[in-house]
């Protein structure tokens, strides 16, 4: 039996993807960068600063009620009067006068004593750190957003470039397969086998260019700016741990400084400030008032013919006591105490809600680390499996879907490994939303991993390639025999007899006794 030829090892496969993506010129950006473009155009995160900067001017109106009130008024009247006289010596005489009235005033009050506007201005200082939670809350949410969609971006280049490097190799593979069998040294099977496999890939070719453009325009659509390119990880791969190691110490961080939990706790303060309010409906209130108004008459009154002009400065006190509001006030007192357990009860649950979120962002962040250590030495295993099969298959102890079966493996293994590596780090920044700690200075820890200038990229961005049957690969083309399909006779068996029913048996019918 002649020696089998051989085959292009798979590293070599690979190589010369890479070699030929490398030197194509490729500019990026880094996370931080889209991140930045995606502040100034998401829509969601743009109206959050809106409806923020709309929550800070409505609490700060709660502080009118404690500052003076001043007004200005100002009119003029004209006023005609018909006098008849109806007794005395000028019984049945009638007149009429015709007089002006000018008047200008100024009017401040202070309030002095009202407990429920002291209650709302502190609940405006409440609703102003309200805002800023809420806000805080839609600056992680951005984080997040930006960080998935340009791991998704670098997940389907990664799944790209793999499938791509697997069809080269599998096109070899079918190449020796049609080669051997030319030669008689293997069957039709191994080139069937190959075919197939080779299709399929093509296969998976055409969903990730698909899945890839995807992707893109989801980041695109996120960041504002066409044709986004994401940094790829640098080669070897660094990921950042989660530090503390300790999950206690994740959890009770998130009860000190989680948004959510501090918008529950500062609502449960807005709730009990309400009941004072409430309460303050039976107090007094005391309010001091300033004025000073001119009033002038000059064609006179309607008791005097004279002009005249009246300043008059007025100071003092107003003072007011509720005595019954039918029953108004007590039933307000009750509402809000109800208000007060509700808001109490929502801020157990967000405590609760944050906990089981923290540790379950932490033991997820905990699995995927080791399981891209799993998945690394399954790499090496699949990568020595597959020099393996490929050794035995020239001697002729393995036959071509073996070798096929076990390039499979190892690109599935790659791409597994890609998808681990990006749920790791974006698992470090959803511990850190989960906990509520997270801000722009945790993505430098991402950014230190990406390729910068000089360096290589863990998995190259992919390039188009045709789709034909012909593989787009660096290798020296060789000439591939068609090979005949192989004659198959139809299948059209002749249909069994059906045999007969039996006659039923009958049923005589038993003596009457």
Known sequence: MPPRPRLLPLSAALASVIATLLALPAQGQTLNELYDSARGYDATYQGARAQYDANVARAAQAKAGILPAVGLTAGVNRSNLDIDTLTGTSRGASASRDFNTQNVGINATQPLYRPANWATYEQGKRQTEIALAVLTTAEQDLIVRVSQAYFDVLASQDSLALVRAQKVAVAEQLASAKRNFEVGTSTITDSREAQAR?????????????????????????????????????????????????????????????????????????????????????????????????????????TSTVGTRVNAATVGVTFNLPLFAGFATENRIKETLALE??????????????????????????????????????????????????????????????????????????RDLAQARYNVLLGNLKLRQANGTLTTADMNAINATLASNGSTPAVPSPTPADRSSTPSTTVTPRSIPVVPPVPVQPFNPTPPAMPSAPVPPVIVNPPVR
């Open 198 to 302: 080779y299709d399929l890939v093509i296969a998976q070719e055409i969903a990730a260019e698909n899945d890839l453009q995807v992707k893109k325009i989801v980041l695109d659509q996120l960041v504002g700016r066409p044709g986004s390119v994401p940094v790829p990880l640098a080669v070897p791969v660094v990921l950042p741990t989660a530090q503390p190691a300790d999950i206690n110490a994740w959890v009770t961080q998130a009860d000190e400084v989680h948004p959510a939990i501090q918008q529950a706790r500062l609502g449960l303060d807005v709730a009990g400030l309400e009941v004072q309010k409430a309460q303050a409906g039976h107090k007094p209130t005391l309010d001091a008032n300033l004025g000073y108004n001119v009033t002038r008459n000059p064609t006179g009154t309607s």
């Open 341 to 414: 357990d509700q808001s109490r009860s929502v801020l157990d649950g967000t405590r609760r809600s944050v906990a089981q979120a923290t540790r379950a962002a932490y033991l997820g962040l905990v699995s995927g680390a080791g399981q891209v250590k799993a998945l690394e030495a399954a790499e090496s295993s699949s990568q020595s499996a597959l020099d393996a099969n490929k050794l035995g298959y020239q001697v002729g102890v393995r036959i071509n879907i073996d070798v096929l079966n076990s390039q499979s493996q190892l690109f599935q293994t790659k």
